[in-house]
């Protein structure tokens, strides 16, 4: 009987390959498919906690050096007496005036720049020659680093903001322009359809279509943008600083560099990184949560 039904398998062509053949399935012994997360583990996932144990660690390796190679506060003060520093200023209330001095420009820069990478992008998305263009000059200034362009922003604009907006916007526009385009350039051709099926033409297209999809690339092109521009602007205010006496936090790292007050400038510094790290860590990430990390666009 079984060579029979062997025999009638391979007449009609039936051949019952091993891999298919189902076999049951029992639960294993001994094996914790779902257990409690232990207190460490649970701190441990928090991306926060992560942070602040990594600073820890820097600012612990930085007090031990000072301590124990008894460095010259001059040349590399510790981090005890940069943060009394920090909290001199705090006191007297100047750096507070300097972040003031320095966010305002920066603020103005930023937007202007998001403002102008905007008009570029639209008529790039809608016109070839406009692609043509935009891909011509992202090519020719995203490589020229802005503040190799203030010597020309103090001939045409003085010494005063106008110059520094200039080159912020510089380091603005390209980089946002650059990863919005790419992104714009990524965006599948079935979310195309999709658009030209509902009759979307120009700027509800754009922003219908095409902003949703390469919204990852417009915050990652937005942060480089943040990024290039804090950093151009405190380079910039070194040269104004150094030429009219007034400025914000570049400033201030200029004149106590100068004055050989190096613990100051370490508070200057610390300034920076901490503004860096709110609007990256606050900002920024609040909206990429809301956003591209809902959306499961990115994880």
């Given at each position: 009987?079984?060579?029979?039904?062997?025999?009638?398998?391979?007449?009609?062509?039936?051949?019952?390959?091993?891999?298919?053949?189902?076999?049951?399935?029992?639960?294993?012994?001994?094996v914790?498919?779902?257990?409690?997360?232990?207190?460490?583990?649970?701190?441990?996932?928090?991306?926060?906690?992560?942070k602040?144990?990594?600073?820890?660690?820097?600012?612990?390796?930085w007090?031990?050096?000072?301590?124990?190679?008894?460095v010259?506060?001059?040349?590399?003060?510790?981090?005890?007496?940069?943060?009394?520093?920090?909290?001199e200023?705090?006191?007297?209330?100047?750096?507070f005036?300097?972040?003031?001095?320095?966010?305002?420009?920066?603020?103005?820069?930023?937007?202007?720049?998001?403002?102008?990478?905007?008009?570029?992008?639209?008529?790039?998305?809608?016109?070839?020659?406009?692609?043509?263009?935009?891909?011509?000059?992202?090519?020719?200034?995203?490589?020229?680093?802005?503040?190799?362009?203030l010597?020309?922003?103090?001939?045409?604009?003085?010494?005063?903001?106008?110059?520094?907006?200039?080159?912020?916007?510089?380091?603005?526009?390209?980089?946002?322009?650059l990863?919005?385009?790419?992104?714009?350039?990524?965006?599948?051709?079935?979310?195309?359809?999709?658009?030209?099926n509902?009759?979307?033409?120009?700027?509800?297209?754009?922003?219908?279509?095409?902003?949703?999809?390469a919204?990852?690339?417009?915050?990652?092109g937005?942060?480089?943008?943040?990024?290039?521009?804090?950093?151009?602007?405190?380079?910039?205010?070194?040269?104004?600083?150094?030429?009219?006496?007034?400025?914000?936090l570049?400033?201030?790292i200029?004149?106590?560099?100068?004055?050989?007050?190096t613990?100051?400038?370490?508070?200057?510094?610390?300034?920076?990184?901490?503004?860096?790290?709110l609007?990256?860590?606050?900002?920024?990430?609040n909206?990429?949560?809301?956003t591209?990390?809902?959306w499961g666009?990115?994880?």
């Amino acid at each position: 009987m079984g060579h029979a039904k062997g025999m009638s398998e391979i007449q009609f062509g039936v051949h019952v390959r091993p891999e298919f053949v189902a076999e049951v399935l029992t639960v294993p012994d001994n094996v914790n498919i779902e257990r409690r997360l232990s207190r460490f583990e649970r701190i441990s996932n928090i991306n926060a906690v992560r942070k602040l144990t990594i600073l820890l660690g820097l600012i612990v390796s930085w007090e031990a050096y000072t301590q124990i190679a008894n460095v010259e506060v001059l040349l590399f003060p510790s981090f005890s007496i940069s943060i009394q520093a920090l909290w001199e200023t705090m006191l007297t209330g100047e750096i507070f005036e300097k972040i003031w001095a320095s966010l305002s420009i920066l603020v103005v820069g930023y937007v202007a720049g998001l403002l102008l990478s905007a008009v570029l992008l639209i008529v790039a998305v809608t016109s070839r020659i406009g692609g043509d263009i935009l891909s011509t000059l992202t090519a020719m200034f995203q490589p020229l680093p802005a503040i190799s362009l203030l010597p020309l922003a103090m001939l045409w604009f003085g010494l005063g903001a106008p110059s520094l907006i200039f080159v912020t916007i510089h380091s603005v526009l390209w980089a946002v322009t650059l990863s919005t385009l790419t992104g714009f350039m990524a965006v599948s051709e079935t979310l195309r359809m999709v658009g030209r099926n509902y009759d979307l033409r120009g700027i509800f297209y754009i922003l219908k279509i095409l902003v949703p999809a390469a919204f990852s690339s417009i915050l990652t092109g937005l942060k480089i943008g943040w990024a290039f521009a804090w950093r151009t602007l405190i380079g910039a205010e070194l040269v104004f600083g150094a030429l009219s006496g007034k400025g914000g936090l570049g400033w201030m790292i200029y004149e106590n560099g100068d004055n050989l007050d190096t613990e100051y400038v370490f508070a200057a510094l610390f300034t920076v990184i901490l503004v860096g790290l709110l609007v990256e860590n606050v900002i920024f990430r609040n909206i990429e949560m809301k956003t591209v990390n809902k959306w499961g666009m990115q994880h």
